[in-house]
C-alpha cells in the first residue's frame, strides 16, 4: 500500500508559478511509476504529466501539449517525492491536481497516462489561476 499526499496548491495570478509536492509513504518508492492528472468542475480527470520509474538515473518524461514548456515533473526517490513545478499558470489551469502512482516491476523509460493503469492516488490539491 502506497499513501500519497499532495501539497504546494494555492491561488495565484496568471502568469505566476507554483511548486507541487506529493509525498509517498508506506512503501519504498522505488518501482513507481508516477503522474500528475487535474480535474476541472465538470470535467474528467486528465492527465498533465508522467514520469518513468527508470532506477536512480531519471526517467523519462510525458506532457499533455498545453503544458510543455511551461510544466515541469521531476522527482527525488531519496525522499520519496515527485514535484510538478508550474510557470506561467493560465487560468485554464485551474482546477484539483492529483498526484498517482503506478507499480512497474522493473526499471525502464514507460510512463503512463490514462487514469485506469494507476494503482494509487492522493487527495488533490486545488490550484487556482486568476486572470
Known amino acids: 500500500q502506497v499513501q500519497l499526499v499532495e501539497s504546494g496548491g494555492g491561488l495565484v495570478q496568471a502568469g505566476g508559478s507554483l511548486r507541487l509536492s506529493c509525498a509517498a509513504s508506506g512503501r519504498t518508492f522505488n518501482n513507481y511509476a508516477m503522474g500528475w492528472f487535474r480535474q476541472a468542475p465538470g470535467k474528467e480527470r486528465d492527465i498533465v504529466a508522467a514520469i518513468s520509474w527508470s532506477g536512480w538515473s531519471g526517467g523519462s518524461r510525458y506532457y499533455v501539449d498545453s503544458v510543455k514548456g511551461r510544466f515541469t515533473i521531476s522527482r527525488d526517490n531519496a525522499k520519496n517525492t515527485v514535484y510538478l513545478q508550474m510557470n506561467s499558470l493560465k487560468p485554464d489551469d485551474t482546477a484539483v491536481y492529483y498526484c498517482?502512482?503506478?507499480?512497474?516491476?522493473?526499471?525502464?523509460?514507460?510512463?503512463?497516462?490514462?487514469?485506469?493503469?494507476?494503482?494509487?492516488w492522493g487527495q488533490g490539491t486545488q490550484v487556482t489561476v486568476s486572470s
Open positions: 498517482a502512482a503506478k507499480y512497474v516491476s522493473y526499471s525502464g523509460n514507460t510512463y503512463y497516462t490514462r487514469t485506469n493503469e494507476y494503482d494509487y
